[in-house]
Nanobody, 118 residues
């Protein structure tokens, strides 16, 4: 069973940066994809980025390209989300997720709050 624990959220001024971390355990297959999502109050959960655990290929929706970067430390079983040029509308709870490629994301962390002050 995959377990995910996020950290690194907090308060930041608009234009600032944060790096979120997601410590993973139970990754027993190489064909995992790790991802970051977020959910703001009253809004649906939103996909931000994903990375293949083996190989490191990444994908992003258009609206975050150039501002958010996903990466992983294979040896430490940790995935990161570097967020730059943060805006107040980036305020949300950020979640790490995992799936075996070709299946739905079914492992989720507890979330970490990011608040961007204007």
């Amino acid at each position: 069973q995959v377990q995910l624990v996020e950290s690194g959220g907090g308060l930041v001024q608009a234009g600032g940066s944060l790096r979120l971390s997601c410590a993973a355990s139970g990754l027993t297959y190489s064909s995992y994809e790790m991802a970051w999502f977020r959910q703001a109050p009253g809004k649906e959960r939103e996909f931000l980025s994903a990375i293949l655990w083996s190989g490191g290929s990444t994908r992003y929706p258009t609206f975050v390209r150039g501002r958010f970067t996903i990466s992983r430390d294979y040896a430490k079983n940790t995935v990161f989300l570097q967020m730059n040029s943060l805006k107040p509308e980036d305020t949300a709870v950020y979640y790490c997720a995992a799936r075996v490629v070709g299946t739905p994301f079914n492992s989720w962390g507890q979330g970490t709050q990011v608040t961007v002050l204007s």
